[in-house]
């Protein structure tokens, strides 16, 4: 069974530039997750969606933020225009909906955007 | 408020001692915890998790945690460090709607 994964791992832009993080889960997991650290602090809840609804978006930032995970499968999450401070590394999560793992969150390898 | 606090930003270990990440917790309901681990390059990986019933959990590579609601903490321990398991540790306990709240962080170091 395949991970959860995120592409790109690393991505660099520069102020004022667009970027879009894509995640994709672990087939069959309707729920999915947006975190994210920034250097040297905890890692943050961004949002949760429940197939291609949100759940729960209280932790996005800011109106510079957008997720989208049309039909329930993949999720994007873009920023425009970014900031110095939207540097950092994006892990995506998923879970099942039932079931006894619907407890554990699965982790990507995240993406690493830095803002220059 | 769901919350967790690790104590110690950095740990270091001889190959072969004793490994303890301590996490505390704050829950206003009974807490679900968890402790995950990312090696370098990689993503979280789950090591064990507690939700109910036995308070001595085992995970994976050696590692167990034991619940202590007298003490609100949820300590990580291994008996005898290995040079594979130098990473960056987080514990977490899941908030009330499903998302996970992370301490900082402890990153062990093993040394030979």
């Known amino acids: 069974e395949a991970g959860v994964t995120q592409f790109p791992s690393h991505s660099v832009i520069e102020k004022g530039q667009t970027v879009t993080l894509r995640c994709d889960p672990i087939?069959?997991?309707?729920?999915l997750y947006w975190y994210r650290r920034v250097m040297g602090k905890e890692i943050k809840f961004l949002l949760h969606?429940?197939?291609?609804?949100?759940?729960?978006e209280s932790g996005m930032p800011n109106n510079r933020f957008l997720a989208e995970r049309t039909g329930g499968t993949y999720s994007t999450l873009k920023v425009q225009p970014a900031e110095l401070e939207d540097s950092g590394v994006y892990f995506c999560?998923?879970?099942?909906?039932?079931?006894?793992?619907?407890?554990?969150?699965?982790f990507g390898p995240g993406t690493r955007l830095t803002v220059t | 408020a769901q919350s967790v606090t690790q104590l110690g930003s950095h740990v270091s270990v001889s190959e072969g001692a004793l490994v303890l990440l301590r996490c505390n917790y704050s829950s206003s309901v009974p807490p679900y915890l968890f402790w995950y681990v990312q090696y370098p390059n990689q993503g979280l990986q789950l090591l064990l998790k507690?939700?109910?019933?036995?308070?001595l959990v085992k995970g994976i590579n050696g590692f167990e945690a034991e619940f202590k609601k007298s003490e609100t903490s949820f300590h990580l321990t291994k008996p005898s460090a290995h040079m594979s398991d130098a990473a960056e540790y987080f514990c977490a306990v899941r908030g009330p709607r499903d998302d996970m709240r992370f301490g900082a962080g402890t990153r062990l170091t093993v040394k030979p």
């Open positions: 087939s069959g997991h309707d729920n």
């Open positions: 507690y939700t109910t019933g036995a308070t």
């Open positions: 999560a998923s879970s099942p909906y039932l079931g006894r793992d619907r407890d554990e969150q699965y």
């Open positions: 969606f429940v197939k291609e609804s949100k759940q729960d």
